[in-house]
């Protein structure tokens, strides 16, 4: 009854959202948080899921800057990093949907050659593994490489910092890039499809979302929409310096559109799953992102359409890993429960005070630093897009989390505000 009462009261509070207190409020909190001269943003983009309906948007900042200068809006496109890993488990799942894969073979299977910890060469490695983090796969010698490289080279040619020695396939979480670039591969081999393209067939086009994979197939109103991502860190010589002019480290397009990839024409479909990095190469925005969120809540379907089968969500967010003590590399406690593709966040470890369970993914590159959280069972959720750091995150620390502590405030307003109605 206390938890109804509560849910009632929110509710009241929150009506009118739109042009109400408590959303004037919140559009205060962000934008004083966006400027915080400790750690300013160059931009911000976020979004709220309350019941299963989106309660309220905001941006602020500028998604180009200098001669052509634009803002942030409701339709920026951002390069959202690692929650690109979850959005390609989407169009994975589908692939399992259509039993064109199964999570526990082989994955030699699907690749056309056995793929191999070479310190543990009796044990297969599985999607399930890719995709929990626990395939023994490193990160040390790299995890892009260009449409003239064949990925099997790389995974199978003895190159020290592929493999790890210490523990074998599913003994141990460590996370690892390269899982998504073989995970885009095998995508790719079963398909016939180059992956951009397919997950836009598979996901994108479905939900009618904007972006993809590959800004160089972009509308020019897509790429007029793309976010340049900033620092103020040059790029040579990686000096922060907070007082100085924001630096374009990706997706600044403003003097030229953006190319194909080098030597695309010659690209073998299958050979190399990095190419449009599965791992964290899709521009999308915050009110698309919130699509997929409500999809996800409505048991996998989108405007009347099964885009995933209800198992498939449930399954993606259950628990698959879990850390024991010493089961896998946590990166300061970060990493504490994982599903597939997708990791789950205790209570305490996103919104401070706690009262928040959820599940989802977090990135940052390039400057950017994005959330994508959702608790499933009641239908609440955030989307927080930063578009560029003015100042060097490791001296910006989280007092409660591994997050930076823009993020933390960021979503514990979001949370007080537009879910809770406080």
């Known amino acids: 009854m206390k938890r109804e009462m509560q849910a009632l009261m929110g509710m009241l509070l929150m009506a009118g959202v739109s042009g109400g207190g408590l959303a004037a409020t919140l559009d205060q909190e962000l ?50 990093a690692s929650i690109s890993k979850m959005m390609t488990t989407f ?25 191999r910890n070479p310190h543990f060469p009796e044990q297969a490695i599985t999607l399930r593994m890719l995709l929990t983090h626990t395939s023994s796969l490193r990160d040390e010698a790299g995890y892009f490489w260009g449409a003239e490289v064949a990925i099997r080279d790389k995974l199978t040619g003895g190159e020290a910092g592929v493999w790890a020695s210490n523990a074998g396939p599913g003994a141990y979480f460590t ?3 390269l899982n998504w670039g073989v995970i885009g591969t095998i995508m790719e081999k079963v398909s016939g499809e180059r992956f951009d393209r ?20 972009f509308s020019t109103a897509e790429i007029d929409d793309v976010a340049t991502l900033y620092r103020k860190r040059t790029i040579d010589t990686e000096r922060w310096n907070p007082d100085g002019p924001w630096i374009a480290q990706v997706d600044d397009y403003s003097a030229r559109p953006p190319a194909a990839p080098a030597n695309i024409g010659n690209y073998v479909i299958g ?15 915050a009110s698309d992102m919130g699509k997929i969120m409500l999809m996800l809540i409505h048991h996998g ?20 890993w879990k850390y024991d003590g010493g089961n896998g590399d946590t990166y300061r406690g ?54 560029g750091t ?33």
Not at 101 to 111: C, R
């Open 271 to 285: 050979s190399n799953g990095t190419l449009f990095s599965p791992t964290g190469g899709l521009r999308i925005s």
């Open 198 to 217: 397919l997950m836009k067939r598979l996901l994108l086009e479905p939900m009618g979302l904007r972006g993809g994979y590959n800004p160089a197939e």
């Open 334 to 387: 970060l990493y504490q429960s994982w599903g597939l593709g997708s990791q789950r966040f205790g209570d305490g470890s996103l919104v401070e005070g706690g009262g928040f369970s959820a599940a989802g993914h977090l990135g940052e590159a390039y400057g950017l630093i994005s959330t994508f959280v959702v608790d499933l069972e009641r239908g609440n959720g955030m989307v927080s897009l930063i578009g």
């Open 390 to 422: 003015g100042a060097d995150p490791e001296r910006n620390p989280g007092r409660y989390s591994a997050m930076t502590r823009s993020e933390e405030r960021i979503l514990t307003a979001l949370y007080r505000r537009a879910i809770l109605g406080q």
């Open 91 to 115: 169009g994975l799942m589908k692939l399992v949907e259509q039993h064109r894969l199964a999570l526990d073979t082989d994955v030699g299977e699907y690749l056309g050659y056995p793929l």
């Open 175 to 177: 996370y690892t890039n």
């Open 31 to 80: 934008a004083a948080i966006a400027a915080d001269p400790a750690m300013p943003l160059a931009s911000l983009s976020v979004l709220a899921v309350r019941g299963g309906k989106v309660q309220y948007q905001y941006q602020t900042g500028r998604r180009r800057i200098g001669v052509h200068a634009a803002p942030a809006t409701a339709d920026t496109l951002y390069r959202i």
């Open 301 to 320: 379907q989108h405007q009347g359409r099964q885009i995933l089968q209800a198992e498939s969500v449930a399954l993606m967010f259950s628990q698959q």
